[in-house]
T-cell receptor, first 114, second 111 residues
Framework: SQKIEQNSEALNIQEGKTATLTCNYTNYSPAYLQWYRQDPGRGPVFLLLIRENEKEKRKERLKVTFDTTLKQSLFHITASQPADSATYLC?????????????FGQGTILTVHP | SQTIHQWPATLVQPVGSPLSLECTVEGTSNPNLYWYRQAAGRGLQLLFY??????ISSEVPQNLSASRPQDRQFILSSKKLLLSDSGFYLC??????????FGQGTRLTVV
C-alpha cells in the first residue's frame, strides 16, 4: 500500500541552526511533492512545490530536495528562528486517475529554541 | 486575490445530531474543492473531493456526505453524528496546479 512517512515526530534545534526534515514515501510515483506549514489550530499553509524532474528548489531560507530514486524529500530551514516553530507536512499528489488528490504525511513538529 | 472561508470555527454537537459545515471560495472559478479531517496528533485524511458542481468523489466510507450546490460552495454534512466524527475539519481549494489552499478549519467535538 502507499505510505508517506515523516521520520521525526518532533525536532528541537537551537536558533540559527539549520533544521532538516525528512519525508519518505513508498508505492507512489508522484509528479509533485509539496511542503506545508501548520500552526496550532490553523489550516496548513503552502510553502514549496517541487516537480519530479527537479532536484532542488529554494525560497528565501527554505530549501527542498526531491530524490525520486531514494523516494525521499528533504526540507531545510537555514538560520532558523523561533518563529519557524510549527508543524511541517509533506504531501504527494497521487497522479494518474487520482489527479489533484493530495496525500499528507503525519507531520514533524519543529521547535526552535532561542 | 482568492480567499477561502470556512465556518464555524468551533462546534460542539451531541451524538446523533445533524451536521452542516460550509466552505466558500472567492476570487476564482471552477476550483477543485476538498474536505479533509485531521484527528489529534495525526495527518490530514482526505474525505471528499470535487472537480465541479454536483461532482463528488468520496475517499473513505463513513458517516459523512458532501455536496457542491454552487461552483464555489462546498458543504460537509451528516445526518447523525458519532463520537468518532470528532476532529479538525479543513476545507481546501486548488486551481488545478496541485497546490492546495486551506481554510482556517472547524474544530468539531461530538459529545
Amino acid at each position: 500500500s502507499q505510505k508517506i512517512e515523516q521520520n521525526s515526530e518532533a525536532l528541537n534545534i537551537q536558533e540559527g541552526k539549520t533544521a532538516t526534515l525528512t519525508c519518505n514515501y513508498t508505492n507512489y510515483s508522484p509528479a509533485y511533492l509539496q511542503w506545508y506549514r501548520q500552526d496550532p489550530g490553523r489550516g496548513p499553509v503552502f510553502l514549496l512545490l517541487i516537480r519530479e524532474n527537479e532536484k532542488e528548489k529554494r525560497k528565501e531560507r527554505l530549501k527542498v530536495t526531491f530524490d525520486t530514486t531514494l523516494k525521499q524529500s528533504l526540507f531545510h530551514i537555514t538560520a532558523s528562528q523561533p518563529a519557524d516553530s510549527a508543524t511541517y507536512l509533506c504531501a504527494l499528489d497521487r497522479g494518474g486517475t487520482s489527479y489533484g488528490k493530495l496525500t499528507f504525511g503525519q507531520g514533524t513538529i519543529l521547535t526552535v529554541h532561542p | 486575490s482568492q480567499t477561502i472561508h470556512q465556518w464555524p470555527a468551533t462546534l460542539v454537537q451531541p451524538v446523533g445530531s445533524p451536521l452542516s459545515l460550509e466552505c466558500t471560495v472567492e476570487g476564482t472559478s471552477n476550483p477543485n474543492l476538498y474536505w479533509y479531517r485531521q484527528a489529534a496528533g495525526r495527518g490530514l485524511q482526505l474525505l471528499f473531493y470535487s472537480v465541479g458542481i454536483g461532482q463528488i468523489s468520496s475517499e473513505v466510507p463513513q458517516n459523512l456526505s458532501a455536496s457542491r450546490p454552487q461552483d464555489r460552495q462546498f458543504i460537509l454534512s451528516s445526518k447523525k453524528l458519532l463520537l468518532s466524527d470528532s476532529g479538525f475539519y479543513l476545507c481546501a481549494w486548488s486551481p488545478g496546479n496541485w497546490k492546495a489552499f486551506f481554510g482556517q478549519g472547524t474544530r468539531l467535538t461530538v459529545v
